[in-house]
């Protein structure tokens, strides 16, 4: 914390703090990220210095936080400032145990990891927490997020549960065949002790209907390709297509929220100093103190009338349809001879036409 003292937030720009935050706080706990599970209480006072300090929120100065931080923590190519979320980072970093597990054959650990929690039962994703240290839960917990990017090469089939792995297709059979699965008597069991090479050792509750009797052939069909062999079962990464574990790769899967901003993203590409790529952040977020904002954090404040004329301010009216805005792109339209302003998507548009031209 001493690192980045109130005092510093006066010398600094806002591109300057998002720096010292990337490059000290959030990277100062990355080697006990990786080895403990943090307390939720530890993350959010972390996470509360440092949104403090962005914004020179001091104690007796208080100053206003423009943005939520959790915002702030998605990537760049998500719409956020890159800042890391050291609750995601924590899972992603102790899913790297899973990868190591994997490659450790004869390890002195390994070996007591699989004596005292039992992880061929089938495998180390099946554990139970219960009686578990510290840091095995915490590996536990991470293996729920690695799970997300785990196909298996079925090698002897003890290791791979048969409905609940992921060995065939895009998902697990239960998902495929969930009609048969809810059904199954026989479940969380290996692929070997469900396949013998010759039929599918499974019984259902009640008699199945024509559909799910068509649907048990194509089961059967799928069984039957599984081709034993004396190697364990494996596990291939499909976090980022290349079959090889990254902690990037989980970085990336477990804070992506399902839907990427299309123009926000382009901002950081643009060739400008870095203060600048803030300020757009914050303009097309609508995250700049107009009237209209401020009038949402005091309660008090009536007036949100724009100082040049007599309607409401916003981000819209005050850059775009104010008078004196549109004078000022009426302006520039004329000196780079294109449309540039009515909007932010126009004039994100019509600024990269410019950023080509001058390239």
């Not at 939720?40 to 020179?56: P, R």
């Not at 002897?156 to 992921?166: K, M, P, Q």
């Not at 008699?207 to 068509?214: A, D, E, T």
């Amino acid at each position: 914390m001493k690192k980045i003292a109130g005092w510093k937030g006066k010398l600094l720009s806002s591109a300057g703090k998002l720096t010292l935050l990337k490059s000290c706080l959030a990277s100062i706990p990355i080697y006990l990220l990786s080895v403990i599970k943090f307390p939720k209480w530890a993350i959010e006072n972390i996470n509360s210095h440092m949104a403090n300090f962005l914004w020179n929120d001091q104690e007796g100065k208080h100053k206003y936080h423009l943005s939520n931080f959790q915002g702030l923590t998605q990537r760049k190519e998500f719409g956020g400032w890159g800042i890391p979320n050291l609750s995601c980072l924590n899972m992603s970093l102790l899913s790297a145990w899973i990868n190591r597990y994997q490659l450790s054959d004869n390890k002195l650990w390994k070996q007591i990891i699989d004596h005292k929690y039992s992880t061929s039962d089938p495998n180390i994703f099946c554990c139970s927490e219960i009686g578990s240290s510290p840091f095995w839960k915490g590996v536990l917990w991470a293996s729920k997020a690695a799970k997300l990017g785990v196909t298996w090469k079925i090698g002897n089939g003890n290791s791979v549960r048969f409905w609940e792995g992921h060995w065939f297709g895009n998902c697990s059979l239960a998902i495929q065949f969930w009609d048969l699965y809810i059904l199954a008597d026989q479940k969380n069991k290996s692929v070997a002790e469900l396949w013998d090479g010759e039929s599918l050792k499974i019984t259902f509750r009640r008699q199945v209907s024509p559909r799910l009797f068509n649907l048990w052939h194509e089961l059967t069909a799928i069984a039957s390709s599984i081709n034993f062999i004396d190697d364990c079962d494996s596990i291939i990464w499909a976090f980022n297509g290349s079959s090889r574990f990254s902690v990037q790769a989980v970085y990336k899967t477990i804070t992506f929220r399902g839907v990427q901003p299309v123009y926000t993203p382009c901002i950081w590409g643009l060739v400008v100093p870095p203060r600048i790529h803030i300020f757009l952040w914050l303009l097309s977020n609508n995250k700049t103190l107009t009237r209209d904002n401020l009038s949402k954090r005091k309660k008090n404040m009536v007036d949100i009338s724009c100082l040049f004329c007599t309607e409401n301010e916003s981000v819209c009216h005050l850059f775009f349809n104010c008078m004196v805005a549109k004078n000022s792109w009426s302006y520039l339209n004329d000196i780079f001879l294109t449309d540039l302003g009515g909007n932010f998507e126009a004039t994100a548009v019509g600024g990269s036409v410019i950023l080509d031209i001058k390239l």
